[in-house]
């Protein structure tokens, strides 16, 4: 068997080959295992102000029972939630699957076309948005299928004065809260009351219904949900806390969640993973503020941390980061996006604490490979496939590929997503006949099992007929320490086909072009060296902090 999986000899001592996916039924399953076990252990901590367990318990089932009661929402029906890390969200979460619902993850920046299609798309009945965001639903919210719009305000559950002060200065000071006109709407506060004192019924809930449906950026076209069953998210959650446990102390956790819940990401590996660890996430509102984020950091005794290269980056080049006290720290784990070496070995040498790069997609609940939380130094791999996981590499062929040459990577396992919704077309594409989920991410494995991303599919350029993967060029370029943050994308080229562009954000004002293609000369080979070099003030990123190379080779087009 482990030939076939040779990742299974470098498992790490206790990680068994297997989860056992049925030991819960749903996620509320496992809430409502961790709500007994750690009923006065903090869950969620924001502002200042924590929620237990217990809390959680309380709030979250006042919420199921205004959905199930007052709206009267059936089972299966959608509920969106549009809001930042703010202690409504777990509440809104845990409330729409305890009454058999399912939850439609919102981007809080999404533009008025984005948030209708996704609205029209899922057919939410109802959405949960935060004050800063409810104009954008007020102008879409007639074209689409909601019947309730439930509207809260950041400081609404921080109690008094810190809540009502904290949405006065958001609101008059820093203009932060435009004007929204939404009649009908009713507050999250009100929601909560109308709750209160009614029972939840008992809800069937089995391990196929959709738990979630999770958008995925629509970087190549209109964004596609893609449908995550209580079994998908279950499975993942097991398998990522088998992969992490052997140095958990349970209910005495507390991870810094500054990636958005609205990510499959924080989503999992924070809110779920930790539930079931019964840790605390303390959630970051506003990570993008560095200043405000690295002097929550300072206040905070932290032992886990989850992030995307560019947060790591951006925390590591912050004033002050370095004066942190690290010594609880054990588990800083990188996913979303290629971990650039210069930025984990940068980590390692400020927090003492390896950065461990994980992978997964949305489509994998997210968690599919992992490195060994034992792992000294960054190796550059995403890891070994995670229990009950199987991944491989395939040829355009659809043939099995040999160790060390590369092709896509395909994944199958009980974290795979159900499919997309109502696109059965789509997920023909993505799911082969035998369950292979084709990740569209160039891969290679070594002997050991070890998984190696090389790019995205989409990202790899064509120079004179030789792959050219950005990741390589990025990495290279990201050790210059006059260089702040890099993207490296392909340009139209007459002679070659494709040339290699680098975008490059200073952190030396004094770096020129000459002085990065001289770099790259004794880096690189002729072919992958950059011909063009751009400086910019800053790079097009999501809003969890991906670069966006496909707006910057649009951009380079129309230059």
């Not at 749903?26 to 924001?46: G, H, M, Q």
């Not at 959905?67 to 929402?73: A, D, E, I, M, R």
């Not at 981007?107 to 009945?125: C, V």
């Not at 109502?422 to 989920?437: F, H, Q």
């Amino acid at each position: 068997m482990s030939s076939e999986r040779p990742w299974l000899n470098k498992y790490p001592a206790g990680v068994p080959a297997e989860i056992d996916v049925e030991q819960y039924r749903s996620i509320v399953s496992v809430l409502e295992t961790a709500i007994k076990r750690y009923r006065d252990k903090p869950a969620f901590s924001n502002f200042g102000k924590t929620l237990t367990y217990g809390e959680i318990d309380d709030l979250s089932t006042q919420f199921a029972a205004y959905l199930l009661h007052t709206l009267k929402l059936k089972k299966g029906d959608r509920v969106a939630l549009m809001m930042p890390n703010v202690l409504q969200y777990p509440i809104a979460i845990f409330g729409v699957l305890r009454a058999g619902l399912t939850v439609v993850n919102t981007n809080p920046m999404y533009t008025a076309r984005e948030l209708k299609h996704q609205l029209t798309d899922s057919g939410a009945s109802a959405i949960v948005v935060l004050d800063n965001f409810a104009d954008t639903v007020a102008s879409v919210v007639g074209e689409t299928s909601i019947k309730q719009v439930i509207t809260t305000g950041v400081g609404d559950l921080l109690g008094f004065p810190k809540g009502p002060l904290i949405n006065f200065v958001l609101k008059y000071v820093k203009k932060q809260v435009p004007d929204a006109d939404l009649p009908g709407s009713i507050r999250f506060s009100e929601a909560l009351s109308a709750g209160r004192g009614k029972s939840v019924p008992d809800v069937d809930i089995s391990p196929g219904d959709i738990a979630f449906l999770q958008y995925t950026g629509g970087t190549t076209g209109v964004a596609k949900g893609a449908m995550l069953t209580h079994r998908n998210l279950v499975a993942n959650m097991l398998q990522a806390s088998v992969w992490l446990g052997q140095n958990v102390k349970h209910g005495e956790e507390t991870i810094i969640t500054a990636l958005p819940l609205y990510h499959i990401f924080a989503l999992t590996a924070n809110c779920l993973v930790f539930m079931q660890f019964g840790g605390c996430n303390h959630l970051i509102t506003n990570p993008r503020d560095m200043k405000g984020f690295v002097k929550e950091l300072r206040s905070t005794s932290f032992s886990s941390i989850t992030g995307v290269n560019t947060l790591f980056n951006g925390l590591l080049n912050t004033p002050g980061f370095d004066k942190i006290d690290f010594s609880n720290l054990h588990l800083s784990l990188g996913g979303g996006m290629a971990v650039q070496r210069a930025v984990a070995e940068r980590w390692k040498a400020v927090t003492g604490c390896t950065l461990i790069e994980a992978y997964g997609l949305t489509e994998t609940s997210p968690a599919a490979c992992m490195n060994p939380m034992n792992l000294e130094d960054f190796n550059g791999a995403i890891g070994l496939p995670i229990p009950s996981t199987e991944a491989c590499i395939k040829g355009d062929d659809g043939a099995m590929m040999p160790v060390d040459e590369v092709g896509e990577l395909c994944i199958r396992g009980p974290q795979v997503m159900k499919g997309y919704w109502n696109r059965p077309e789509e997920t023909a594409k993505a799911i082969d006949s035998d369950g292979w989920l084709h990740t569209g991410d160039m891969a290679k494995m070594d002997a050991d099992g070890f998984f190696y991303i090389v790019d995205r599919k989409k990202d790899m350029i064509l120079v004179s007929g030789f792959n050219v993967y950005p990741n390589e060029i990025e990495d290279v370029i990201a050790q210059m320490p006059e260089v702040l943050e890099v993207a490296a994308v392909g340009v139209p080229d007459e002679k070659s086909g494709e040339a290699v562009k680098v975008v490059i954000v200073k952190k030396d004002p004094g770096l020129t072009a000459d002085k990065v293609k001289s770099f790259c000369r004794n880096e690189l080979t002729g072919y992958k060296q950059p011909r063009f070099v751009e400086f910019r003030t800053e790079l097009p990123k999501t809003n969890v902090g991906k670069i966006l190379r496909r707006e910057l080779r649009e951009s380079s087009k129309e230059d």
